[in-house]
């Protein structure tokens, strides 16, 4: 038999002896990553009437969520509410693993009596299994448990040509299982360290850096209704005090705060998770350092760790640009520069961008725009030239934050709590669909906001922050361009009109080439 079939083939050399290529699978869109920003999207997209074609493409997507996420319960309540309207149900009850009624920091030495500052806003911890539920339940995308394989090296130019391919209507890449698929509109949300997009200035990136455990605990320090100096029934965002420590120069001048989330006890074991973090640094501090602060730092206040459940090392980068202008794949959440480039908060960002972004490719798909201009449209229905300049206004905070020792940052943040409720808390969300964020819309407001915190901090903290302001305006004209209404075109993506795809091939070239020509015409010797 096996003669015959040789025999067989070397009578008609045309049949191939490979197996045939599988055909590619075509979607409408494409979401490559299986975060919170890429299954928040998927859902958000398939959760209307008459929905795309949309696939997930992850290794991923069967493991589960790692980080502990955290957010203000007002932010957290708007999203849930506008997904509930878009069919995505449940996130604030499944979605949510526990609520602080209120939050404490600390950035005075002494006893928490005379150094807690309550903040009278509301936190939560996200449940990671219980949001993932919400996106994966009931799904109506496909997924395809494989990863993309191309590296990015210029805008739309991969390292392995076989592993994306353009053409005029269709993306079509090869994943690592030899899966050929192909979509109209494609999403990079593969997080921080993306591949498939680029961004720029991502060497003037800081890092937020924590170490933390979820843990039991025992000590003296342990009581019914507090653990050290952190009562149960508050998260703490910031305690900066540096008393317990021994060696106080070196904290000082790479300074770490404790975070502190109080959870259920577990058998009538109090449990609590305690992240020592560095807000922003370059280069970032070392996990080693937050380890020993954070068992240090307990210490001081009676307690310590007995079990620990868990561990977190958390590392976000922060900053940079966003996606460059004119790439075909569309870049969201952490891959898309949606992380808030001076405290790291993404999470709520991402979520609330990603009901724009999924109207946005609803439209693009109803106008049968090209995969270039599909790009370009929803880029720049994200990042309007005023998110652009608040995103611009925050990335001179996070640069600031990094100049500054512990005292700077106690007297920084302690001057930011002291302003009205909605303009503290619109700095931290900063994305416009988020409450509060209407306090930074604009130039003046944001002026406002720049000379309030000014009269809140102390004399030092402000004569600092004088003297960034001048040096960084020296650098760049991104802080003024966001505080005045000098400089201000920021460059659109639509604008920018680099990339309009096969058929119409570079616009901008094209024209300046017709300019030039006419020029030409009009002048000596006239042109061809
Ligand atoms: C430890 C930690 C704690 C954090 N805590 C908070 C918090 O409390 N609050 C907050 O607001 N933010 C927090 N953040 C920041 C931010 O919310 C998270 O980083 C968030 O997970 C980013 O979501 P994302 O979906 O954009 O990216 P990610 O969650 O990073 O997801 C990226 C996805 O892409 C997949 N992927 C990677 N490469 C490929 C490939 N080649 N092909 C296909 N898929 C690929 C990955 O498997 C993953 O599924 C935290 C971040 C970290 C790291």
Same mark, same amino acid.
């Given at each position: 038999?096996? #003669? #015959?079939?040789?025999?067989?083939?070397?009578?008609?050399?045309? &049949?191939?002896?490979?197996?045939?290529?599988?055909?590619?699978?075509?979607?409408?869109?494409?979401?490559?990553?299986?975060?919170?920003?890429?299954?928040?999207?998927?859902?958000?997209?398939?959760?209307?009437?008459?929905?795309?074609?949309?696939?997930?493409?992850?290794?991923?997507?069967?493991?589960?969520?790692?980080?502990?996420?955290?957010?203000?319960?007002?932010?957290?309540?708007?999203?849930?509410?506008?997904?509930?309207?878009?069919?995505?149900?449940?996130?604030?009850?499944?979605?949510?693993?526990?609520?602080?009624?209120?939050?404490?920091?600390?950035?005075?030495?002494?006893?928490?009596?005379?150094?807690?500052?309550?903040?009278?806003?509301?936190?939560?911890?996200?449940?990671?299994?219980?949001?993932?539920?919400? %996106?994966?339940?009931?799904?109506?995308? !496909?997924?395809?448990?494989?990863?993309?394989?191309?590296?990015? &090296?210029?805008?739309?130019?991969?390292?392995?040509?076989?592993?994306?391919?353009?053409?005029?209507?269709?993306?079509? %890449?090869?994943? !690592?299982?030899?899966?050929?698929?192909?979509?109209?509109?494609?999403?990079?949300?593969?997080?921080?360290?993306?591949?498939?997009?680029?961004? $720029?200035? @991502? +060497?003037?990136?800081?890092?937020?850096?924590?170490?933390?455990?979820?843990?039991?605990?025992?000590?003296?320090?342990?009581?019914?209704?507090?653990?050290?100096?952190?009562?149960?029934?508050?998260?703490?965002?910031?305690?900066? @005090?540096?008393?317990? %420590?021994?060696?106080?120069?070196?904290?000082?001048?790479?300074?770490?705060?404790?975070? &502190?989330?109080? #959870?259920?006890?577990?058998?009538?074991?109090?449990?609590?998770?305690?992240?020592?973090?560095?807000?922003?640094?370059?280069?970032?501090?070392?996990?080693?350092?937050?380890?020993?602060?954070?068992?240090?730092?307990?210490?001081?206040?009676?307690?310590?760790? $007995?079990?620990?459940?868990?561990?977190?090392?958390?590392?976000?980068?922060?900053?940079?640009?966003?996606?460059?202008?004119?790439?075909?794949?569309?870049?969201?959440?952490?891959?898309?520069?949606?992380?808030?480039?001076?405290?790291?908060?993404?999470?709520?960002?991402?979520?609330?961008?990603?009901?724009?972004?999924?109207?946005?490719?609803?439209?693009?798909?109803?106008?049968?725009?090209?995969? $270039? +201009?599909?790009?370009? %449209?929803?880029?720049?229905?994200?990042?309007?030239?005023?998110?652009?300049?608040?995103?611009?206004?925050?990335?001179?905070?996070?640069?600031?934050?990094?100049?500054?020792?512990?005292?700077?940052?106690?007297?920084?943040?302690?001057?930011?709590?002291?302003?009205?409720?909605?303009?503290?808390?619109?700095?931290?969300?900063?994305?416009?669909?988020?409450?509060? !964020?209407?306090?930074?819309?604009?130039?003046?407001?944001?002026?406002?906001?720049?000379?309030?915190?000014?009269?809140?901090?102390?004399?030092?903290?402000?004569?600092?922050?004088?003297?960034?302001?001048?040096?960084?305006?020296?650098?760049?004209?991104?802080?003024?361009?966001?505080?005045?209404?000098?400089?201000?075109?920021?460059?659109?993506?639509?604008?920018?009109?680099?990339?309009?795809?096969?058929?119409?091939?570079?616009?901008?070239?094209?024209?300046?080439?017709?300019?030039?020509?006419?020029?030409?015409?009009?002048?000596?010797?006239?042109?061809?």
């Amino acid at each position: 038999m096996l #003669l #015959l079939l040789l025999l067989l083939c070397a009578l008609q050399p045309s &049949v191939p002896l490979s197996l045939p290529t599988p055909p590619t699978k075509n979607y409408d869109v494409l979401i490559f990553g299986s975060g919170p920003t890429s299954l928040s999207l998927a859902s958000l997209l398939t959760s209307s009437s008459s929905p795309p074609t949309v696939a997930i493409v992850s290794k991923d997507f069967s493991k589960p969520w790692i980080p502990n996420y955290g957010a203000w319960e007002t932010e957290w309540s708007t999203i849930s509410n506008s997904y509930d309207s878009k069919n995505v149900k449940n996130l604030s009850t499944l979605g949510v693993d526990h609520r602080w009624p209120d939050t404490s920091c600390y950035f005075n030495e002494g006893p928490p009596s005379e150094s807690r500052v309550n903040v009278g806003a509301s936190y939560i911890r996200v449940s990671r299994a219980g949001l993932k539920e919400c %996106f994966t339940d009931n799904k109506k995308y !496909s997924v395809v448990e494989e990863n993309h394989v191309a590296r990015c &090296v210029a805008p739309n130019v991969y390292e392995d040509g076989e592993a994306v391919v353009f053409d005029g209507e269709f993306t079509s %890449f090869k994943l !690592s299982g030899g899966t050929s698929i192909s979509g109209k509109i494609i999403i990079d949300g593969t997080g921080a360290e993306s591949t498939l997009t680029l961004r $720029d200035k @991502r +060497e003037n990136e800081g890092y937020q850096i924590a170490y933390g455990v979820e843990a039991s605990v025992k000590g003296e320090g342990v009581g019914e209704d507090r653990v050290g100096d952190y009562e149960r029934d508050k998260m703490t965002l910031f305690d900066y @005090r540096i008393e317990n %420590f021994k060696e106080k120069d070196k904290v000082t001048n790479q300074p770490t705060f404790m975070y &502190v989330m109080p #959870l259920k006890s577990v058998n009538n074991s109090p449990r609590i998770f305690f992240e020592e973090t560095s807000l922003v640094a370059r280069p970032g501090v070392s996990f080693r350092a937050c380890k020993s602060r954070l068992h240090e730092r307990l210490k001081g206040m009676g307690v310590e760790v $007995d079990e620990v459940f868990e561990e977190e090392f958390c590392y976000i980068p922060m900053g940079g640009e966003v996606a460059r202008k004119g790439q075909r794949i569309v870049a969201v959440g952490a891959a898309g520069g949606l992380v808030h480039p001076s405290t790291g908060y993404q999470i709520c960002r991402s979520l609330s961008c990603n009901l724009i972004v999924a109207e946005a490719i609803k439209e693009a798909l109803d106008l049968k725009l090209k995969p $270039d +201009e599909s790009a370009e %449209f929803i880029y720049d229905k994200i990042w309007t030239e005023e998110q652009i300049k608040v995103r611009n206004f925050a990335v001179f905070g996070g640069e600031f934050l990094m100049t500054q020792n512990v005292e700077g940052l106690k007297g920084f943040f302690s001057g930011f709590f002291k302003l009205p409720y909605p303009m503290w808390h619109g700095f931290l969300a900063q994305w416009r669909t988020l409450p509060n !964020s209407e306090s930074h819309e604009n130039w003046w407001r944001r002026m406002f906001f720049g000379v309030t915190f000014l009269t809140k901090i102390p004399p030092k903290t402000g004569l600092n922050m004088a003297k960034e302001i001048v040096l960084y305006t020296f650098k760049t004209k991104d802080l003024i361009q966001s505080v005045t209404p000098l400089f201000s075109g920021v460059e659109k993506f639509k604008e920018s009109g680099r990339f309009r795809g096969e058929t119409e091939g570079d616009v901008a070239c094209k024209s300046e080439a017709r300019e030039m020509i006419e020029e030409s015409k009009g002048g000596e010797g006239g042109g061809r």
